[in-house]
């Protein structure tokens, strides 16, 4: 099932740095080789900002107050800090040729796809996601643990009760009521979302989600990987527990490896279709800065076997 060859890459870009001496002709650069110098010196600085982690007391307050956090975050930014995702359609190509394939076959029903977007923020995915697919029989949802940030979608001119519906819902809750039925939904999508959660939390929150996915469906992941420029910029202090972090908003993020994401997804009864460290390199060509990121995206599908209870 898994898929994860060279070949099998396009999507991520082909604009790879050969000669290092044109580094700043571009803004970015895609699949950035990092050498094993590179890898040991993240990872000692890694290690020694995380020698000094948040106490026990701040560590619960953090989880306790994670929703209200998230609430101040969108209350002072609303949807002016993270851009529209228009990558979407270019890193998940399936998004469209699943809705296209679905019209065709199952041209007799009402709806004939569904979309879970999990930690949908303030709209950013699913703004992008109407404006994209126009056809109204491709129903939209998108559900969030700050309410904040759900009442901001309702109020936006793009918002459609015809075709999208947010709502509040904390997913590490497996006993949480939500408007979709199980194994009812052909793509969840999971952007930059898990990594907001307490890790002890994460694999409630991937099978609260799979379970709405239906047989054959898949699940499209995308987050923070293991070294990223922003975990290499936490300082002392600010470590919560192994490669989990605490920003000044009280907001937290976690860096994957790619074997801790396959685990939490077969966990839930996913298989992996392909899987993915994407590596860029982004500079500043004013001030002659480099900056490497790091991501994990994958993708999983639901065994068109399996049927959840």
């Known amino acids: 099932m898994c898929d994860s060859g060279e070949s099998k890459r396009q999507q991520f870009g082909n604009r790879n740095l050969t000669d290092k001496s044109q580094v700043f002709e571009h803004n970015a650069w895609d699949n950035a080789e990092w050498g094993a110098e590179q890898e040991d010196e993240a990872k000692k600085k890694v290690e020694t900002n995380a020698a000094n982690k948040v106490s026990e007391s701040r560590r619960d307050e953090l989880e306790n107050e994670a929703s209200s956090n998230w609430d101040s975050f969108y209350s002072i930014h609303q949807n002016r800090f993270f851009k529209d995702r228009h990558w979407l359609f270019t890193e998940f190509p399936e998004i469209l040729t699943t809705t296209e394939q679905n019209r065709i076959a ?6 004939h796809t569904r979309i879970l977007e999990t930690g949908c ?15 109204p029989r491709v129903f939209i949802y998108g559900c969030d643990f700050s309410e904040t940030a759900v009442n901001f979608v309702k109020t936006l001119d793009t918002y459609d009760t015809k075709r999208c519906l947010v709502f509040h819902s904390d997913l590490t809750d497996q006993t949480a009521a939500t408007p979709i039925e199980t194994n009812s939904v052909d793509i969840i999508l999971m952007l930059f979302v898990l990594s907001s959660v307490s890790p002890s939390k994460m694999s409630a929150f991937v099978a609260s989600a799979a379970k709405y996915l239906s047989p054959g469906g898949r699940l499209l992941f995308r987050d923070y990987g293991r070294y990223d420029m922003a975990q290499l910029r936490f300082g002392s202090g600010k470590c919560i527990s192994d ?65 959840d209870n």
């Open 121 to 135: 923020g303030v709209g950013n995915t699913i703004m992008p996601l109407l404006e994209t697919i126009s056809d």
């Open 243 to 307: 490669n989990f972090y605490v920003r000044g908003d009280g907001t937290r993020a976690y860096f994957f490896e790619t074997k801790e994401v396959d685990d939490l997804m077969s966990g839930a009864g996913l298989v992996e279709v392909r899987s993915h460290v994407d590596r860029r390199l982004q500079v500043n060509r004013i001030k002659r800065l480099k900056m490497y990121r790091v991501w994990v995206q994958a993708v999983y599908e639901k065994p068109a076997e399996s049927k």
């Open 106 to 111: 199952r041209s007799h029903s009402n709806l």
